[in-house]
C-alpha cells in the first residue's frame, strides 16, 4: 500500500501556513488490511480509518456518484484498484485535490498548485456538483484567503450559480451547513463569504433575509454607505478586525434585518425595524439550527441595538428595562456581547470606522451600578416574594438615576 498526505495539509504547507490535522489517503490497500495493521474504523460502511496512534483519518481511495438529492444521496467504491489521480478527481477545488508522499514528492494531476500561485479557487471537475455543500466551502475558502488575494474561478462561479438554481442547496441539513457557517465567520474576512454566496446566488436561497437588505437604503446623515447590505457587510468585517467571538459575528449579520420589510414609499427611514426584524431572526435562526447562544444574542442585539446607540439619552426607567432584559445580574457576559455588537454596527459605517463609542462604557456603568444594589438589607427590612422583586426594582432605579445624574456632571 501507498500512503499519501492530501487535501488542506498539502494545500497549507504549500501556502506557508500552519498545518492542523492531516489527512491521509491509502492506495492500493483493503478494509481487511487496515484493520490487521490496528487501524480503527470510523463508520461500519465507510472506508475511512483512524490511525491507531495519532488518531489522524486515513481513507482509502475511493470514487463516488452521486445516487439521490442531499448528503445521504452517494455510492462509494473503494479497493485496492482505485489510483490517486481517481481519488484526488472526485475533490472539490484544485488547490484541495493535491497529494504528497513521505518524500514530499508532489501527486498534482489537476494543476492545485500553478491555482496557487494564480490565487484561484478553481473546481478540479464537473463532480464538483455532486455535493452541494461546496457552493458553501468555496466561499468559506474566500473568505480565509482574501487577504492572499485568492478568487473565485469564473468557471467555478458559473457552477456555483447552476447548483444555487437547481435547488440542491435547500437540500442541505442545517447541521452541515451551519458547520460552514460558523467556520466561516470565525475566518478573517468573513464578509467575503457573504459576497461570495451573493455573487452566485446562493445567498438568496440560504438567507433570502439578508439578500433582501442589498438595495434598501438608509438615511445617509446617519449612514453615508447608504446601503443596508453593504452596511452589513461593513459591519461583520469589524466584528472580525475586532476578534469578537462568533456568537456577535452572527448577531452582527443579523442585526437590520427588519429593514428588509420596510415598504418603499417609507425609505430611508426604518420605523420600528428593530421589532419586525425579530419574525426573520427567528427563521435564520432556526433554518440553521444555531446553538442557543447565538441564537438569544441575534435576538437581543436585532430588539435592542438602537437602545444601546441612545444609551446616554435613555430615562433611568428605560435603561432599566434594557438591563432587565438582558438579565445582566446572572449573564453578564451576554451584555458584554451586546455592547461589542452595537459597538461594530457604529464603527460598520462608512468613514467611522475609527469613531469613539462613549455607549460602550456608559453602559458597562449603568450595569455595574444596578448590580451594586444589595439584596440583604432589603430582606432584613422584611420584604418577600413579589414585594421583595418590587423593591429590588426601585432600587436599581435610584442608582441609575444617581449613575446618569453623575456622569452628566
Ligand atoms: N473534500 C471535498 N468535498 C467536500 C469536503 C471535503 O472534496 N465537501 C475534500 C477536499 O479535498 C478537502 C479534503 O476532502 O481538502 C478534506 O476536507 P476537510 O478536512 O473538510 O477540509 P480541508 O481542505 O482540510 O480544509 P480545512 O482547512 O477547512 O479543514
Given at each position: 500500500m501507498q500512503i499519501y498526505k492530501v487535501g488542506g495539509a498539502v494545500r497549507d504547507r504549500l501556502l506557508g501556513k500552519p498545518v492542523t490535522d492531516i489527512d491521509w489517503v491509502v492506495v492500493g490497500a483493503t478494509s481487511e488490511e487496515m484493520l490487521a495493521k490496528g487501524f480503527r474504523p470510523v463508520g461500519a460502511d465507510f472506508p475511512v480509518f483512524l490511525h491507531p496512534k495519532s488518531g489522524e483519518e486515513y481513507a482509502l481511495a475511493r470514487t463516488e456518484r452521486k445516487s439521490g438529492r442531499g448528503y445521504g444521496g452517494f455510492t462509494f467504491h473503494a479497493s485496492p484498484e482505485?489510483?490517486?489521480?481517481?481519488?484526488?478527481?472526485?475533490?472539490?477545488?484544485?488547490?484541495?485535490?493535491?497529494?504528497?508522499?513521505?518524500?514530499?514528492?508532489?501527486?498534482?494531476?489537476?494543476h492545485g498548485r500553478r491555482d496557487l500561485e494564480a490565487r484561484l479557487l478553481r473546481h478540479v471537475s464537473p463532480a464538483f456538483a455532486e455535493d452541494p455543500l461546496r457552493v458553501l466551502r468555496v466561499a468559506r475558502f474566500a473568505a480565509r484567503y482574501a487577504a492572499l488575494g485568492f478568487t473565485v474561478a469564473p468557471e467555478t462561479m458559473a457552477l456555483m450559480r447552476q447548483l444555487s438554481e437547481s435547488g440542491e442547496l435547500q437540500a442541505l441539513t442545517a447541521e452541515r451547513s451551519w458547520k460552514e457557517i460558523s467556520r466561516a465567520l470565525m475566518e478573517?474576512?468573513?464578509?467575503?463569504?457573504?459576497?461570495?454566496?451573493?455573487?452566485?446566488?446562493?445567498?438568496?436561497?440560504?438567507?433570502?433575509?439578508?439578500?433582501?437588505?442589498?438595495?434598501?437604503?438608509?438615511?445617509?446623515?446617519?449612514?453615508?454607505?447608504?446601503?443596508?447590505?453593504?452596511?452589513t457587510l461593513s459591519v461583520l468585517e469589524q466584528s472580525a478586525l475586532h476578534k469578537q467571538p462568533?456568537?456577535?459575528?452572527?448577531?452582527?449579520?443579523?442585526?437590520?434585518?427588519?429593514?428588509?420589510?420596510?415598504?418603499?414609499?417609507?425609505?430611508?427611514?426604518?420605523?420600528?425595524?428593530?421589532h419586525k426584524g425579530l419574525q426573520l431572526i427567528k427563521a435564520v435562526n432556526e433554518r440553521?439550527?444555531?446553538?442557543?447562544?447565538?441564537?438569544?444574542?441575534?435576538?437581543?442585539?436585532?430588539?435592542?441595538?438602537?437602545?444601546?446607540?441612545?444609551?446616554?439619552?435613555?430615562?433611568?426607567?428605560?435603561?432599566?428595562?434594557?438591563?432587565?432584559?438582558?438579565?445582566?445580574?446572572?449573564?453578564?457576559?451576554?451584555?458584554e456581547e451586546f455592547i461589542a455588537a452595537c459597538e461594530m454596527d457604529a464603527r460598520g459605517r462608512k468613514g467611522l470606522e475609527q469613531r469613539n463609542y462613549p455607549q460602550a462604557d456608559y453602559l458597562r456603568g449603568a450595569a455595574t451600578a444596578a448590580r451594586s444594589v444589595a439584596v440583604q438589607p432589603l430582606l432584613e427590612k422584611g420584604f418577600k416574594g413579589p414585594e421583595l422583586g418590587e423593591a429590588i426594582k426601585r432600587?436599581?432605579?435610584?442608582?441609575?438615576?444617581?449613575?446618569k445624574e453623575a456622569a452628566s456632571v
Open positions: 482505485v489510483t490517486l489521480e481517481e481519488d484526488l478527481i472526485r475533490r472539490d477545488l484544485t488547490i484541495n485535490a493535491m497529494a504528497e508522499d513521505d518524500q514530499q514528492n508532489l501527486t498534482d494531476p489537476y478573517d474576512q468573513p464578509q467575503v463569504f457573504i459576497e461570495v454566496l451573493r455573487a452566485c446566488d446562493a445567498l438568496k436561497v440560504l438567507m433570502p433575509e439578508v439578500d433582501a437588505l442589498f438595495g434598501v437604503p438608509q438615511p445617509e446623515a446617519h449612514h453615508p454607505e447608504i446601503d443596508t447590505g453593504l452596511h462568533l456568537t456577535v459575528r452572527w448577531a452582527c449579520l443579523l442585526h437590520d434585518l427588519g429593514k428588509g420589510l420596510t415598504p418603499e414609499e417609507d425609505w430611508p427611514r426604518h420605523i420600528a425595524h428593530e440553521f439550527k444555531a446553538p442557543k447562544d447565538c441564537q438569544e444574542l441575534a435576538l437581543l442585539v436585532g430588539e435592542y441595538h438602537t437602545h444601546g446607540h441612545r444609551a446616554l439619552e435613555l430615562k433611568p426607567s428605560t435603561l432599566l428595562e434594557l438591563l432587565q432584559s438582558f438579565d445582566v445580574y446572572r449573564r453578564p457576559q451576554r451584555f432600587e436599581r432605579l435610584k442608582a441609575l438615576k444617581a449613575y
